[in-house]
């Protein structure tokens, strides 16, 4: 029978740091998105899906760019949930991220384990890890929970034993998941049941996508003879599988990922009426296989490719040395870049299983696409036949889904508890306790008694905001003082409603208080409007306020934020003079970290000083939450010198 238990895992790691405490108003950056001119030739429910509910920006979620990258050893909470032959890992305080999957009767590490904790700007609010097995819920993109803490509590599992029960509320769209792994007895599969409810009466737009990291000397196979390429010049076209041309000029297996020269993600298009499974297998025929019920459709491919971008991009995430990999993915669409409707009190649920695979080698690496995937499917349905994984979920659902926790052993966010407090939502076997709720929920839960925000503390930027349509309407209704006109503000800019935004926002500034949370949303206000130089008035002037409270000093994580969106704002309008008084503002601690440091660099390209800006890349430096495809430093290189872009520094994605 499955057990499960506390571990420890101690792991090189980058410390998260604080989260920005600045609101996300920006609109998303570097979020793959397709050229709209490439629906009009792509199936009708998918052109649909693809325009449905895209997210302007990851409100409420706030922007996690506080870690750096120098690691050292550290103490993670892990979870071991076993049977006699296989062993799972799981990682509660970062997303229930399972860290590793071995199989005890070979040896054999089914996924791609990082030596590593190294986060990078790769999930919708920033910080993200690679490797494992991880849940991604909320929008196209790695989910915002990548590096937060989950609820978890042993469950007792379909036809006896323990289960191990990841749950959490997920903000950006306001939705409570769950997320059940128990391995039967004798079983080589990790069996995973997940849950999305919508406990609202709307209709809710939804999309999860389950990605494996798996070592990129494997051949990738699935049962589909076409997939969907999208790459990163945001084009999205049917190609043949497995010999499709990637935007090189050259057509090549692309099932084997070193065989790519561009980064790419392939969507396997497979048939309705096939199984759903998807493997990575080495020479031997040996590897992991993934497989669900039918509600969970998609399979994908993801590849670094050989290009200097892709290879820079797999040393910046994990050890030297180490080995790359590729991702196998599972998902709701036939793309990550499709959103489903919910519709009010309704779910989806399903059951995926991971584990060992083994078929004739010969036949796995032979040129026959169709007999390879045909011996794959034939290895999968004798090791776990397909009415096997339907028959567990039914047994699943018909009780263990609604079981309570047992024994708690982690606690993620008081988001959820106050959720339920304010809406009356009951969710059998999701508890959300108002014991979980926290200092950045009191005061929410003070709006909700009294009806008044309660004022900051001197010195205290303003918490995390709320945004839903319920918490909208009690802050327009709430007394008007500053800091509530802020917090209204950021609800009405989140709902679309943006004049109606800088009008609370203007608002607030009309009254006494502190300045600069207001001064800083109607900048991004003018960013996004376009209007450069306002926006890089109201940034200085937001500094300048900030720098005049006495109680917030100047080196505080909130100056270090304001300060490097003033710099950056001054520079896009042509304020070069301006920008250098306010970055030699900043502590010397600051202005040494890497993002400063390349900040640095542009100012002095703006001022003309092309030597001393190139001094700056020859000396070195890491923007350690530089943009996945991000291109910005390789373009200011570019307009430094003609000589080529240093290995340190290539992070381009495109031809």
């Given at each position: 029978?499955?057990?499960?238990?506390?571990?420890?895992?101690?792991?090189?790691?980058?410390?998260?740091?604080?989260?920005?405490?600045?609101?996300?108003?920006?609109?998303?950056?570097?979020?793959?998105?397709?050229?709209?001119?490439?629906?009009?030739?792509?199936?009708?429910?998918?052109?649909?899906?693809?325009?449905?509910?895209?997210?302007?920006?990851?409100?409420?979620?706030?922007?996690?760019?506080?870690?750096?990258?120098?690691?050292?050893?550290?103490?993670?909470?892990?979870?071991?949930?076993?049977?006699?032959?296989?062993?799972?890992?799981?990682?509660?305080?970062?997303?229930?991220?399972?860290?590793?999957?071995?199989?005890?009767?070979?040896?054999?590490?089914?996924?791609?384990?990082?030596?590593?904790?190294?986060?990078?700007?790769?999930?919708?609010?920033?910080?993200?890890?690679?490797?494992?097995?991880?849940?991604?819920?909320?929008?196209?993109?790695?989910?915002?929970?990548?590096?937060?803490?989950?609820?978890?509590?042993?469950?007792?599992?379909?036809?006896?034993?323990?289960?191990?029960?990841?749950?959490?509320?997920?903000?950006?769209?306001?939705?409570?998941?769950?997320?059940?792994?128990?391995?039967?007895?004798?079983?080589?599969?990790?069996?995973?049941?997940?849950?999305?409810?919508?406990?609202?009466?709307?209709?809710?737009?939804?999309?999860?996508?389950?990605?494996?990291?798996?070592?990129?000397?494997?051949?990738?196979?699935?049962?589909?003879?076409?997939?969907?390429?999208?790459?990163?010049?945001?084009?999205?076209?049917?190609?043949?599988?497995?010999?499709?041309?990637?935007?090189?000029?050259?057509?090549?297996?692309?099932?084997?990922?070193?065989?790519?020269?561009?980064?790419?993600?392939y969507f396997y298009d497979v048939p309705d009426a096939d199984r759903r499974w998807i493997a990575a297998l080495d020479e031997?025929?040996?590897?992991?296989?993934?497989?669900?019920?039918?509600?969970?459709?998609?399979?994908?491919?993801?590849?670094?490719?050989?290009?200097?971008?892709?290879?820079?991009?797999?040393?910046?995430?994990?050890?030297?040395?180490?080995?790359?990999?590729?991702?196998?993915?599972?998902?709701?669409?036939?793309?990550?870049?499709?959103?489903?409707?919910?519709?009010?009190?309704?779910?989806?649920?399903?059951?995926?299983?991971?584990?060992?695979?083994?078929?004739?080698?010969?036949?796995?690496?032979?040129?026959?696409?169709?007999?390879?995937?045909?011996?794959?499917?034939?290895?999968?349905?004798?090791?776990?036949?397909?009415?096997?994984?339907?028959?567990?979920?039914?047994?699943?659902?018909?009780?263990?889904?609604?079981?309570?926790?047992?024994?708690?052993?982690?606690?993620?966010?008081?988001?959820?508890?106050?959720?339920?407090?304010?809406?009356?939502?009951?969710?059998?076997?999701?508890?959300?306790?108002?014991?979980?709720?926290?200092?950045?929920?009191?005061?929410?839960?003070?709006?909700?008694?009294?009806?008044?925000?309660?004022?900051?503390?001197?010195?205290?930027?303003?918490?995390?905001?709320?945004?839903?349509?319920?918490?909208?309407?009690?802050?327009?209704?709430?007394?008007?003082?500053?800091?509530?006109?802020?917090?209204?503000?950021?609800?009405?800019?989140?709902?679309?409603?943006?004049?109606?935004?800088?009008?609370?926002?203007?608002?607030?500034?009309?009254?006494?208080?502190?300045?600069?949370?207001?001064?800083?949303?109607?900048?991004?206000?003018?960013?996004?409007?376009?209007?450069?130089?306002?926006?890089?008035?109201?940034?200085?002037?937001?500094?300048?306020?900030?720098?005049?409270?006495?109680?917030?000093?100047?080196?505080?994580?909130?100056?270090?934020?304001?300060?490097?969106?003033?710099?950056?704002?001054?520079?896009?309008?042509?304020?070069?003079?301006?920008?250098?008084?306010?970055?030699?503002?900043?502590?010397?601690?600051?202005?040494?970290?890497?993002?400063?440091?390349?900040?640095?660099?542009?100012?002095?390209?703006?001022?003309?000083?092309?030597?001393?800006?190139?001094?700056?890349?020859?000396?070195?430096?890491?923007?350690?939450?530089?943009?996945?495809?991000?291109?910005?430093?390789?373009?200011?290189?570019?307009?430094?010198?003609?000589?080529?872009?240093?290995?340190?520094?290539?992070?381009?994605m495109r031809p």
């Amino acid at each position: 029978m499955t057990t499960v238990r506390r571990a420890v895992l101690t792991l090189p790691a980058a410390p998260l740091g604080p989260d920005n405490p600045l609101p996300a108003l920006r609109g998303l950056d570097g979020t793959p998105t397709v050229d709209p001119r490439a629906t009009e030739e792509l199936p009708r429910d998918m052109a649909r899906q693809l325009g449905y509910a895209p997210l302007r920006t990851v409100l409420p979620a706030p922007v996690r760019d506080g870690y750096g990258r120098d690691r050292v050893p550290t103490e993670l909470d892990a979870l071991v949930i076993e049977n006699d032959r296989v062993r799972a890992t799981v990682l509660p305080g970062l997303g229930g991220r399972v860290h590793s999957l071995h199989h005890k009767p070979t040896g054999r590490e089914l996924v791609h384990r990082n030596p590593v904790f190294q986060p990078a700007a790769f999930a919708l609010n920033g910080a993200w890890f690679a490797g494992g097995i991880e849940w991604n819920i909320g929008a196209t993109g790695h989910t915002t929970l990548s590096c937060s803490p989950v609820h978890a509590a042993v469950v007792p599992a379909p036809g006896g034993g323990e289960m191990l029960r990841l749950w959490e509320w997920e903000r950006l769209r306001d939705l409570p998941f769950q997320v059940d792994l128990w391995l039967p007895e004798g079983s080589d599969f990790l069996h995973v049941g997940v849950r999305i409810r919508n406990p609202h009466e709307r209709t809710v737009p939804v999309y999860w996508w389950s990605n494996t990291a798996v070592p990129e000397d494997r051949r990738i196979l699935a049962p589909a003879d076409t997939a969907w390429l999208h790459g990163y010049e945001r084009g999205l076209r049917r190609v043949p599988v497995p010999v499709a041309e990637d935007g090189t000029g050259v057509a090549e297996d692309r099932t084997y990922p070193r065989r790519s020269v561009l980064p790419a993600d392939y969507f396997y298009d497979v048939p309705d009426a096939d199984r759903r499974w998807i493997a990575a297998l080495d020479e031997h025929g040996t590897g992991l296989v993934q497989t669900s019920t039918d509600l969970l459709r998609g399979r994908k491919l993801f590849l670094w490719g050989t290009a200097r971008g892709g290879r820079r991009w797999q040393e910046w995430l994990t050890a030297p040395g180490a080995p790359g990999y590729a991702e196998i993915q599972a998902g709701l669409a036939r793309t990550q870049l499709e959103h489903l409707r919910l519709e009010g009190g309704a779910e989806f649920s399903w059951l995926e299983a991971y584990g060992p695979l083994a078929a004739a080698p010969a036949t796995v690496h032979g040129a026959d696409w169709s007999a390879a995937r045909t011996e794959v499917g034939q290895a999968l349905e004798a090791a776990l036949p397909r009415t096997a994984v339907d028959a567990a979920y039914e047994a699943w659902r018909a009780g263990p889904a609604d079981a309570e926790p047992v024994t708690v052993l982690a606690t993620g966010s008081g988001w959820g508890a106050l959720e339920v407090l304010a809406q009356g939502h009951e969710l059998p076997g999701t508890p959300f306790p108002a014991s979980t709720l926290g200092e950045e929920q009191e005061p929410w839960l003070e709006l909700l008694r009294t009806g008044v925000l309660p004022p900051l503390p001197d010195g205290v930027p303003p918490g995390p905001p709320v945004v839903a349509g319920h918490w909208r309407d009690m802050l327009e209704t709430a007394p008007a003082d500053p800091l509530t006109e802020y917090h209204l503000g950021i609800a009405q800019w989140h709902a679309g409603d943006l004049a109606q935004a800088v009008r609370s926002w203007e608002r607030g500034l009309q009254q006494e208080g502190v300045r600069w949370p207001l001064l800083y949303c109607l900048a991004v206000a003018d960013q996004e409007g376009g209007h450069r130089a306002r926006a890089a008035e109201r940034f200085a002037e937001a500094f300048d306020d900030l720098a005049a409270d006495s109680v917030v000093a100047v080196d505080s994580v909130v100056a270090a934020a304001l300060g490097r969106g003033a710099v950056a704002a001054l520079l896009a309008a042509g304020c070069v003079a301006q920008a250098r008084a306010l970055l030699d503002r900043l502590p010397e601690e600051v202005r040494a970290r890497g993002a400063f440091r390349f900040l640095a660099a542009r100012l002095l390209l703006a001022e003309g000083r092309k030597a001393e800006a190139r001094a700056v890349f020859d000396a070195g430096f890491e923007v350690a939450d530089l943009r996945e495809g991000a291109e910005v430093v390789g373009e200011v290189w570019s307009a430094l010198t003609d000589d080529p872009l240093p290995d340190a520094y290539e992070f381009r994605m495109r031809p």
